[in-house]
């Protein structure tokens, strides 16, 4: 893939899509103080390099399905095979290479408690499965190098309104075929989702504006961190003491490096995935900004060398 410089208008629009992934580019022209002609260009170039993508991602928990993420130890030379088979999986994502090339890390969505466990733990490639419950989302922003470029004024003025709902939602057909649809491109318009999942475009706008408004449904932006210019990511296994867990979890969620934060079972019970411009600043910040935090009694790092799949299935 060639590469891309990124300008200021890429960065603010990159920005604009993670506030509000459907936002019109007549509103992000209108925040950004450029034409719409110049963001749908600008986002016709990133997405037709392969470079951008929206998503719209279902809030697990709120549609019934538990979140287990799988550490798969496989044999020498086996981790790319692997990971394009998990890749393809409708009930994946966030599938990584680690390095060494005998690790695949893998979050998978269930309908039950049971780990999927079983059937890739006979996967001829495979030596050993750990699982671990995904029990709660601790990272309340997104990665500053996707949400840096835009003023608390420009975010208000982006910002979709939200009405604060707790607990599992009854998924209708409808949402079983609009969730899936919206995965593969977040940006479709109302014609175009009502074809696919074969519904009236008003149902599908009136379905879509309370999934979002209910916060079952969110969009999100995948772009290469490297593209950012941090081409360094890597995933942490912490120990903490249970006293001290969401202290330290809001602690590590509130560092720039800190792209996702999670709690867990397991003998290690936070999970975070840090995103650094290279090794040296990764070295920096495990001994610097982890090191000292008081309640972290062990930690386990592991550097993130492919990724091949993010939130969503894979483009057709």
């Known amino acids: 893939m060639d590469s891309v410089r990124l300008d200021a208008v890429d960065l603010g629009l990159l920005h604009a899509l993670q506030v ?20 749908a260009r600008r986002f016709a170039r990133l997405r037709g390099r392969g470079l951008l993508r929206v998503t719209g991602v279902a809030d697990s928990g709120r549609i019934g399905r538990a979140e287990w993420l799988l550490r798969v130890r496989v044999k020498p030379g086996g981790a790319a095979d692997l990971a394009r088979t998990l890749a393809r999986r409708p009930d994946t994502s966030w599938v990584s290479e680690l390095a060494g090339g005998t690790e695949v890390i893998c979050l998978f969505h269930v309908e039950t408690e049971a780990a999927p466990v079983d059937a890739l733990a006979r996967h001829p490639l495979v030596h050993t499965v750990e699982a671990q419950r995904l029990l709660r989302h601790l990272t309340e922003r997104r990665w500053h190098g996707r949400t840096s470029a835009l003023s608390a004024e420009q975010v208000s003025a982006l910002a979709p309104p939200v009405t604060e709902r707790s607990g599992v939602i009854r998924m209708t057909d409808l949402d079983r075929r609009l969730l899936p649809a919206l995965a ?13 999942v074969d519904w009236s475009e008003s149902a599908v706008r009136r379905r879509l504006d309370e999934l979002r408004s209910h916060r ?9 961190a490297a593209t950012l210019g941090f081409p360094t990511q890597a995933i942490l296994w912490l120990t903490v003491a249970p006293a001290r867990l969401l202290s330290v979890a809001g602690m590590v969620a509130a560092h720039p490096e800190a792209a996702f934060v999670g709690g867990t079972t397991g003998v290690h019970n936070l999970l975070v995935i840090v995103v650094c411009r290279d090794a040296d600043a990764l070295f920096t910040y495990l001994t610097e900004r982890i090191g000292p935090i008081d309640g972290i009694e062990r930690a386990e ?10 939130a969503a299935p894979l483009p057709r």
């Open 216 to 224: 079952v449904l969110r969009f999100d932006v995948e772009i290469d």
């Open 301 to 310: 790092t592991a550097p993130i060398t492919a990724i091949a799949k993010r």
């Open 184 to 196: 593969i491109d977040g940006r479709a318009d109302y014609a175009r989702l009502a074809r696919a």
């Open 20 to 39: 509000d992934g459907r936002a019109a580019f007549s509103r992000i022209g209108e925040v950004l103080d450029v034409s719409d002609r110049t963001v």
